[in-house]
């Protein structure tokens, strides 16, 4: 007996034919390709640096660097390794970039709201501010800030001197230093009690404000709660706090802690650079709240702060944070151009003094631009993160 | 900006190895018979050594070294351009091919010689390491400047040296570095630094830079040992040679008395090693791949070593410096070449 078999599927086009077979063969030679010629372009590159001589590998990281930083917030002397110097140069560079982003947000939301301002006087300061500083190149302002107005400080022995615990001079501003003694405990504890006051107070009354409508003093009391608490742990703990005070050694300050002119420059000119930009995407962001919304906060009886902060704000962060995260990633780039004024950042350090005493350029670039590949990654992901809780959530 | 040229550097390097497979079959002297010049790093200012005019034309010692090399192999002594390097970009210039050879008062060390894949091909100065410091401190000695705020150039053997010498001595400092040589000197000018660390060579002309050069001195002491001189890629022999013994015969033309005034009367010279120096008796510039009179063009159009000194960095210049050790080993230095035979 025949056995017939009846093949119902429609005959489908021949697998060359198949686009879905078609786009996956093609994207597979992309892939191909792209993975063949990043491979040739590594092996090119170490064979024909082995041919010419030249050192290859990490081993580098493991030697003694053998020169000076002048600042550094990890542990750090000339005999310590390359790959420390690396730690030494990245922590600069985050330091700067933090202080820069904090300063940056606090400035530019001020002028971008003062920049839309009712007061004619206030709007157009804001407006000078953003047009002068935005279209002045970054590099030039770090310039003016280090050479034209830091250098024309007093010398040290004619240092600005405040109570004799403060010094200014053309080297940097001088600081007490607070060593903790024995007891300071106790200070830490009052410390984190008066933090944990404030949330449970925020709590309680945004519970007791959702149940009978009253409104409670968060801000003020939270404030006094802060200042207070660790003030009163600390007397009673009996002061354990002494001050190391900068003082006058030889030619140069020594003692108590440092801020060199080179942070503080670059500092200024990276705040109030990215700030200009910021002031802009604030007002964009708040422009772009319909003049409807202001409205009927203003017929809630809401005051002119409220509005802006409970209405106005929130809805413009919508359209702020992409464009945010953007100016935060320049700001932590730009940081690089510390190198021109001897800031010891990751670029000045690492890429500067490290690349040309071992001569790795390829290893000392790569994990560079891998670093900053990182820092700027973490950021977008942060930003995003924060992005997708401020947005408008459809149900 | 130096960020993105460093970078640039790095990726031409990456690169440019990348192509180098067939780059590598030609000669570095065919290459620029080629192009038709020869391609050499220098400073990007520094007076005596390289530094541009006005009108962009180029003179310091290390630029007649450049001016020599092309002089025997062209017969003409402008067919050099320059690539102004700071300290920091140089030896990635030479690695990457961008330049044909490096003379950018480049000291020779272990460490560069081994592992940068370079060849130093002699020495056309002999410097050590000096403090310029500003007369208010009040220091005679450089025993006396522990706790010192230090302005220096990146990427310099200067930064080791300094970090060895104060360790060495138990005392501490404060580098402050800066990329080019004219940034540092703002930076001890402005204030920000009371001494500056350079080669001694180099703190004559910078103090002359000093809107009060008096202001300014330089204490006595030499930290280190800095022979500068010319860089070539490892690995082509032949170039090596030629930058080598060009510079050799400057410094055997000196000690022989051929002087770029009389190279002509000395074509006629009976005596064989100026003959062989100028090329009119054996083949001299055909072993290292040159025309025979390779040795009478560098001298007739560049000069022997001394006219080289004296014109650039010697007493009668603004820098004013005695030739110390740099004078021949005839005459009580230790400037001496090997014999052209």
């Known amino acids: 007996m025949k056995k017939q078999t009846i093949d119902t599927r429609p005959a ?66 000339a005999t310590m390794s390359y790959g420390r110097t690396f730690w030494v140069g990245l922590t600069n560079t985050l330091l700067v970039s933090a202080m820069g982003v904090v300063a940056a947000t606090i400035l530019g939301f001020i002028i971008g709201v003062a920049r839309l301002s009712s007061n004619w006087l206030v709007a157009k300061m804001a407006l000078v501010y953003i047009e002068v500083i935005r279209n002045i190149p970054l590099l030039l302002q770090i310039f003016f800030w280090y050479f034209a107005v830091l250098s024309n400080l007093p010398s040290p022995r004619q240092s600005v001197d405040v109570g004799g615990a403060l010094f200014l001079n053309n080297r940097g501003l001088y600081l007490p230093d607070p060593v903790t003694q024995e007891g300071f405990g106790i200070v830490w504890g009052g410390i984190l009690l008066a933090i944990a006051a404030v949330v449970g107070i925020r709590i309680w009354a945004k519970k007791r404000q959702l149940a009978t409508g009253q409104i409670f003093p968060t801000f003020k009391v939270g404030v006094a709660i802060l200042v207070l608490v660790p003030i009163i742990s600390y007397l009673v703990a009996g002061r354990p706090l002494e001050w190391d005070l900068p003082a006058l050694r030889g030619f140069n300050f020594g003692g108590g802690i440092t801020i060199i002119p080179e942070l503080a420059a670059l500092w200024i000119a990276l705040s109030l650079y990215t700030a200009s930009f910021i002031a802009e995407i604030v007002r964009s962001g708040i422009l772009s709240v319909s003049k409807g919304q202001t409205e009927a906060s203003k017929a809630l009886g809401l005051p002119n702060g409220l509005t802006l902060r409970l209405v106005v704000i929130p809805q413009a962060m919508r359209v702020i944070i992409p464009p945010l995260t953007s100016q935060y990633l320049n700001l932590v780039k730009n940081s690089s151009l510390a190198t021109a004024i001897g800031y010891p950042d990751l670029v000045a350090v690492f890429m500067g003094t490290t690349l040309n005493q071992t001569g790795q350029a390829v290893e000392v670039v790569a994990i560079t631009m891998a670093v900053y590949l990182t820092i700027s990654l973490l950021i977008s992901l942060f930003m995003n993160i924060y992005n997708r809780a401020v947005a408008i959530k459809e149900r | 900006m130096r960020k993105t040229k460093s970078i640039a550097l790095g990726i031409a390097l990456a690169v440019g190895t990348f192509s180098a497979t067939g780059a590598m079959a030609a000669t570095t002297l065919e290459n620029v018979k080629e192009k038709g010049h020869l391609q050499c790093g220098v400073t990007s200012g520094l007076p005596g050594f390289s530094q541009p005019d006005e009108k962009g034309n180029w003179t310091g010692i290390d ?44 000291t020779w060390t272990l460490t560069r010689d081994a592992s940068l894949g370079l060849n130093f091909a002699g020495v056309n100065y002999y410097d050590g390491q000096g403090f310029l410091i500003n007369k208010g401190i009040g220091v005679d000695d450089a025993t006396q400047l522990d706790g010192a705020t230090i302005c220096i150039q990146a990427g310099t053997t200067t930064e080791l040296n300094l970090s060895d010498y104060f360790r060495a001595k138990g005392m501490e400092f404060k580098p402050i570095v800066f990329d080019t040589s004219e940034q540092t000197v703002q930076g001890f000018a402005a204030g920000r630094c009371d001494v500056l660390t350079s080669d001694r060579s180099q703190l004559a002309a910078l103090r002359s830079k000093l809107s009060d050069p008096s202001s300014a001195k330089i204490l006595p002491n030499t930290i280190s040992k800095e022979p500068l001189g010319p860089v070539v890629r490892q690995g082509d022999d032949q170039w090596f040679n030629i930058v080598k013994w060009v510079l050799s015969v400057q410094i055997n033309a000196e000690e022989l008395g051929v002087t770029s005034a009389n190279a002509d009367d000395m074509l006629k010279s009976d005596n064989p090693n100026i003959q062989r120096l100028l090329g009119t008796d054996g083949d001299m510039g055909a072993k290292l791949g040159l025309p025979d009179d390779f040795g009478y063009q560098a001298v007739k159009l560049v000069g022997n070593y001394g006219e080289m000194y004296d014109r650039n960095v010697g007493p009668d210049t603004p820098l004013g410096l005695d030739r110390g050790i740099n004078a021949l080993w005839t005459e009580g230095g230790i400037m001496y070449a090997p014999p052209v035979r």
């Open chain 1, 12 to 77: 489908g086009p021949k697998p060359w034919y198949d686009p879905r077979v078609r786009s996956l063969f093609f994207q597979a030679i992309a892939i191909a390709l792209v993975f063949w010629g990043g491979w040739i372009l590594v092996d090119n590159t170490l064979s024909n640096m082995e041919s010419r001589g030249i050192s290859t590998g990490f081993g580098f990281l493991g030697e003694t660097a053998g020169f000076g930083i002048i600042m550094n917030l990890v542990p750090y002397d």
């Open chain 2, 63 to 106: 630029v007649d070294t450049c001016r020599a090399v092309a002089a025997a192999i062209f017969g003409d002594a402008n067919a050099v351009e320059f690539t102004p390097l700071t300290a920091k970009e140089r030896f990635t210039a030479l690695q990457s091919g961008e330049i044909d050879m490096l003379s950018r008062n480049t």
